[in-house]
């Protein structure tokens, strides 16, 4: 049930443009981590390895 609004979270922090640029890395990468977890979890492996390359992580094809 979290997954839409951490996902329209995460779409507000990359949008925002009253932060700074180290405030917006801040909490985009915090908004990524939950996503992560919460793709890992669902098994969306496709939306998993995307924000695994927003937060510079390697994916390795076919790594789940």
Same mark, same amino acid.
């Given at each position: 049930?979290?997954?839409?609004?951490?996902?329209?979270?995460? %779409?507000?922090?990359?949008?925002?443009? +009253?932060?700074?640029?180290?405030?917006?890395?801040?909490?985009? &990468?915090? +908004?990524?981590?939950t996503l992560?977890?919460? $793709? $890992? #979890?669902?098994?969306?492996? &496709?939306? $998993?390895? *995307? *924000? #695994?390359?927003?937060?510079? %992580?390697? *994916? *390795?094809?076919? %790594? %789940?």
């Amino acid at each position: 049930k979290a997954l839409p609004f951490m996902e329209k979270a995460n %779409e507000i922090a990359e949008a925002n443009t +009253t932060w700074s640029e180290e405030e917006k890395k801040t909490n985009t &990468d915090e +908004t990524l981590r939950t996503l992560k977890t919460l $793709y $890992y #979890r669902l098994q969306m492996t &496709d939306k $998993y390895n *995307v *924000v #695994r390359e927003k937060l510079g %992580e390697e *994916v *390795v094809e076919g %790594e %789940e």
